[in-house]
T-cell receptor, first 117, second 114 residues
């Protein structure tokens, strides 16, 4: 079974509108972390936001927020007030386990976001 | 802002040749990783490295791959005898020992095996 599922290969949003990118995950470990990364066409991976499995509140970082629904095992990324520079591939990722050992990240297949004027 | 530096940015090599991909992680980070991304596909974990030894490796990381931290700053990935299917973007990443810290990725090395 896939650890991370991103069902939207592509999304389109108009500038200044909000957009939600979907992510569901699968783990039996009670301790895990969820990440979102942005990959522009230049190729680098840019960390956006993190949500821990025990965090009570949804994570926010500027225009990015994570809609964490633990019972549904979903961790959707919400980008508010989209900008042209937000056009990129977005990856959801998960790390299982907690504590001081930082294990591998499992990535989804990504969602290509296009912001149009 | 501190960054992970990878060199070279692009490398073309002939099938069967050895390549070494280099990375300089962020100086106070303790965990180091290599990932790869075949064109158009998802990012895949290769190996993690902590306390001067491999802590985890994936099924992709077979005997043709090796990692080394030869000094206090560099972290290298060696592919002994490259195959066409090794063509990919290779990312180095590093992290502090904090669970809520995002792994910092380098800009990647695009490896093309011909």
């Amino acid at each position: 079974a896939q650890k991370i599922t991103q069902t939207q290969p592509g999304m389109f949003v108009q500038e200044k509108e909000a957009v939600t990118l979907d992510c569901t995950y699968d783990t039996s470990d009670p301790s895990y972390g969820l990440f979102w990364y942005k990959q522009p066409s230049s190729g680098e991976m840019i960390f956006l936001i993190y949500q821990g499995s025990y965090d009570q509140q949804n994570a926010t970082e500027g225009r990015y927020s994570l809609n964490f629904q633990k019972a549904r095992k979903s961790a959707n990324l919400v980008i508010s007030a989209s900008q042209l520079g937000d056009s990129a591939m977005y990856f959801c990722a998960m790390r299982e386990g907690g504590g001081s050992t930082l294990g591998r990240l499992y990535f989804g297949r990504g969602t290509q976001l296009t912001v149009w004027p | 802002e501190p960054e992970v530096t990878q060199t070279p940015s692009h490398q073309v090599t002939q099938m069967g040749q050895e390549v070494i991909l280099r990375c300089v992680p962020i100086s106070n980070h303790l965990y180091f990783y290599w990932y790869r991304q075949i064109l158009g596909q998802k990012v895949e974990f290769l190996v993690s490295f902590y306390n001067n030894e491999i802590s985890e490796k994936s099924e992709i990381f077979d005997d043709q791959f090796s990692v080394e931290r030869p000094d206090g700053s560099n972290f290298t990935l060696k592919i002994r005898s490259t195959k066409l299917e090794d063509s990919a973007m290779y990312f180095c990443a590093s992290s502090e020992a904090r669970a809520n810290y995002g792994y910092t990725f380098g800009s990647g090395t695009r490896l093309t095996v011909v």
